[in-house]
């Protein structure tokens, strides 16, 4: 399992309830990487959450790329710095 934790920046989240193992896990990874180099992208499989700190998409870009790699993202939450 991995731990999210607030690194400073905005983060945007996502329920992918589609994606299922880790083949899947990678495709979303690499779908966001390609339209946000920068970003930090963080997966959870047991809940199938991601969290994107991203360093130029918008959610919109962001969900968009992960909709065209075949998956169904839902925005979750958005965060600011540490607040929850």
Partial sequence: MIAFR???RPSIAFQVDDMTCLRSA???TNAVKAVDHGA???VELTTRRVEIEPSRAGVEAIGAAINRAGYTPVP???RV???K
């Fill in 81 to 83: 710095g540490g607040d």
């Fill in 76 to 78: 979750v939450a958005t």
């Fill in 6 to 8: 607030p690194l400073g």
């Fill in 40 to 42: 930090r992208v963080r």
């Fill in 26 to 28: 990678g495709v979303v």
